[in-house]
């Protein structure tokens, strides 16, 4: 049974339009449904006392957009709504407005038992303290503060876990009065909110060259300008630094003075004073990633930036991804008040907050002293395999091979005699069940064709020895190899 | 006091090393302050019993480093560490690029034991299923995966995770031949990064109004332009859409039919196919935001846009905040294979991965069965808790009032009669100790003064009651002095 429309003369809508409109919302809010007939025009012109073009005009709108069929003699019927004729395939590639990195997709890791992958940055599974995680979790899911944990948090983070990390920094002569911390979902989301907090398209930021892909990558994809400036074997070169800044006015500053990745390099105390004077006269903020810190094992511990920083220009961003379990994403910023406090207004549009289970098991890892317990066989481990990497580098890289010292952290960089190419020795390597990442993935300017990076915290020192003696053979083969081309015929030319 | 230092002619490093060492350390320690006075070379060699020569060049190699000054005949005195120009402060205001969305703070939640406040959409502590939360996480930290959680991750998430979802989603028929999941930090993430993903600055973006303010956040934040499609008793106005869509040629759509945040409204079948054909027609991807789709309370479930998408257009995202623990981050994304790759390298840049013990520990909730009777038990909850918030709005409410009737979710819209305005009643409601979010909180275009949200879910019938007691009696009063002065003398006039 259907109704009948009420139509308003008084309307500036016309008839034929109120009478569309009225039977639309009628199938479309399903009253009426598909295969029900509505009435003839003749029959409801006469019904509502219309003219019956009006109503004819109203039935040809209905049946152009598919709502309505007529059949000849019989009526019009109900059609629509309903996804009837199959809808044409949105293209999505034309839809997606953000640029694609492609050259930053890493290499498959090896996943076979024996093989040796030096190509990630993280900590040991065998070094895992499996049973202090477990003990702390079990400690905070039985705790009386469970219901909290698992109820909506604040984007700053979980309370006392801010409070820990202010205060420790306080007790370290971090924390200038005015600072605050927020909790990141690790650095490298405080990388990822701090570019959207200081910079915008077109800014220019300076950075490490090689530098961690990831942090290079977060300011390319939001149309910053990343420069790079130069790292030698005392971490950052000071007069480039100085003379970029003058040129490129950058608007931010991004360096990792303890242990960079990829070069493991550190910054020492007089450079770190220069820095911070250059900055202050330019009025640049920077950024210290700090991920690395806790992990020296060599020489003494020097002040970071954040300590040395009397011009309050240093956001610190550190994290427990390297020093306890990556899977746990907990990271933290640690920068003035007025700086954390619009990070946490993004951070509430970005994720609402980091997950809080693993906020309050790190908490309690650490204020169990389990974390420092920790952090000391880390760093014995750590010294360990420093000390295997560098002995299996000189015993078995070619002659004529550069590579960094570094006091702390998980990598060393390496870079081999012209002509070495890094990137095509790796497909002998991997054949051989041994990889590492060549340097043109660290790269900001020109690539480094004969650098790679060993990553070697998370190898024992068995598998550091045992792959670097495969790597050095495929690299003496090779240069044996490239001897007798260049003894031979002359290579034909390229066309 | 200065204590002496400790030599060690045993040791391997030569003695001015030591010295060197030593000071050093005191003095970056801070045990040392600057302008404080180190003995005279003769003085200290005397003391130690060394040649002065040997102290001399400990104190040399201090002061190139800045470390401590030699005036003649005055001794030497600690200079750093530190910057020892006081460098000049960064001015922090001049160098954040972020807009910030001022307008969008929320108003403190009350907190005391007694408060009531309708201003969260988030599921009710002691709803909480602690035992089985605290079963699962045991289950998962003892099992024997534990190491493979703790370890670095993938971008799209956790495995097993990704299979179950997946998996589940097909059985639902959710899913397309093509499609695929990725796992996000809630659904906050998933609108950051497809906005990122699908927008760009300067595009327009059609969203419902009012709406949730994380998802308007998003976009007005990245500098797309976002217009308001209005919302009825029926969930989106379609003819509004229609007419939008042509006129504004929007590069996306978001849109919850599903008991919508703030009105609760549901989005009738036809209107859903509607919607899928205008979009198909347009050419324009959808995101359909089904957060609260298991939270129905009344009627039959509907399909989504994602069942019924034949174009292979709508996105889908949901997420456990709703219906297991907002405190543990973990939404999802499903979507046709090609948007998923992409969305797991920006993933990669933004956090590498979310968090993977809560990512494990949800899915063992899951597998276990635990969820499907939390569900049950929460929508049990929850139809009780939306019969007893219809009841006092019917009671308490004074007349002219106009409210939403949700079959599900957490909140419900009320309009107040004109003149009154639910941000200045908000005052009064607060001193009461009883709190709601007035409609601007969730306008795209023009606030509607009169509306505000009611979030039901987390409170007790009981206190749902008593709320609503309170805030009609508050209105009450109000309209009855609006009467009154309306009655009484002109207002003057605004200078």
Chains 1, 2 share one sequence.
Request: charged fraction near 25%; hydrophobic fraction near 40%.
């Amino acid at each position: 049974m259907v109704t009948l429309p009420q139509l308003d003369t008084a309307l500036e809508e016309p008839l034929y339009r109120q009478l569309y409109q009225y039977y639309r919302e009628e199938i479309l809010s399903g009253r009426l449904s598909r295969g029900e007939r509505i009435p003839p025009t003749r029959e409801l012109a006469g019904q509502l006392g219309l003219n019956r073009a009006t109503v004819a005009s109203a039935y040809e709108l209905l049946e152009t957009e598919g709502l309505i069929r007529g059949h000849v003699g019989r009526g019009s019927f109900v059609e629509g709504p309903g996804v009837d004729v199959a809808l044409s395939p949105l293209s999505w590639p034309e839809r997606l407005a953000d640029p694609l990195i492609a050259e930053t997709a890493t290499p498959a890791l090896l996943s076979s038992a024996d093989a040796i992958s030096f190509t990630s940055a993280r900590p040991a599974d065998e070094l895992f303290p499996l049973d202090e995680f477990r003990a702390s979790c079990a400690e905070v899911i039985g705790g009386a503060q469970a219901a909290e944990i698992l109820q909506l948090g604040s984007p700053q983070g979980f309370g006392p876990l801010r409070a820990h990390l202010l205060g420790q920094a306080r007790r370290q002569d971090q924390a200038r009065p005015a600072d605050d911390v927020i909790v990141t979902s690790g650095c490298q989301q405080a990388l990822d909110l701090l570019q959207r907090l200081l910079t915008t398209a077109g800014d220019t930021v300076l950075v490490e060259d090689p530098v961690y892909p990831g942090l290079r990558n977060v300011f390319i994809r939001a149309g910053v300008r990343v420069v790079g400036v130069p790292v030698g074997a005392q971490g950052l070169d000071l007069e480039a630094l100085d003379r970029l800044v003058a040129r490129e006015r950058p608007r931010l500053l991004v360096v990792t003075p303890n242990f960079q990745n990829p070069t493991g390099t550190t910054l020492p105390l007089p450079a770190r004073e220069s820095l911070l004077r250059m900055a202050a006269g330019a009025g640049l903020p920077v950024v210290e990633n700090d991920i690395y810190g806790e992990l020296r094992y060599q020489g003494e511990a020097l002040p970071t930036l954040k300590a040395l920083d009397s011009a309050g220009l240093v956001v610190q961003i550190k994290s427990f991804s390297k020093i306890t379990f990556p899977g746990l994403r907990v990271g933290w910023i640690l920068a003035p008040g007025i700086v954390i406090e619009r990070l946490a207004e993004l951070k509430q549009w970005t994720d609402l907050h980091s997950d809080q289970l693993s906020q309050a098991v790190l908490l309690r890892f650490a204020e169990s002293g389990r974390l420092a317990a920790h952090c000391r066989r880390m760093v014995e481990a750590g010294a360990e395999r420093l000390r295997a990497v560098l002995a299996a580098c000189e015993r078995h890289l070619p002659g004529g091979s550069y590579w960094t010292r570094p006091q702390g952290g998980m990598n060393l960089w390496v870079r081999l005699p012209e002509p070495m190419d890094a990137s095509d020795l790796l497909g002998r390597a991997v054949r051989e069940n041994v990889s590492y990442l060549p340097g043109r993935y660290f790269a900001v300017g020109r690539p480094d064709p004969g650098a790679f990076r060993l990553s070697f915290a998370g190898l024992t020192p068995e598998k550091i020895e045992k792959g670097l003696r495969i790597l050095g053979s495929i690299f003496e083969k090779d240069r044996a190899s490239g001897r007798e081309l260049r003894r031979g015929a002359p290579a034909p030319a390229i066309v």
